[in-house]
């Protein structure tokens, strides 16, 4: 009765090992897909926020040249 409970105990914690294993591979998949989406998108929203600064700026310098404060 000893021996198979401390065996059964010793499969429990291994299996519970291998379960965290699994789960932090999981986490790392899907860690690298979403910094693979953040990468991709990453230039679009660099060239949207170039394009909005360099209008704000023509604005700006428009504004200065018309008399503006």
Not at 19 to 44: K, M, N, P, Q, R
Not at 49 to 57: A, D, F, K, V
Request: charged share 15%; aromatic share 10%.
């Amino acid at each position: 009765m000893k021996v198979s409970s401390a065996i059964s105990r010793f499969l429990s914690e291994e299996e519970r090992g291998q379960d965290v294993a699994e789960y932090c591979l999981i986490t790392a998949f899907i860690v690298l897909v979403c910094l693979g989406i953040f990468w991709h998108f990453s230039g679009g929203l660099q060239g949207m926020w170039s394009s909005i600064n360099g209008s704000l700026t023509a604005g700006n310098a428009g504004t200065r040249s018309a008399g503006g404060p």
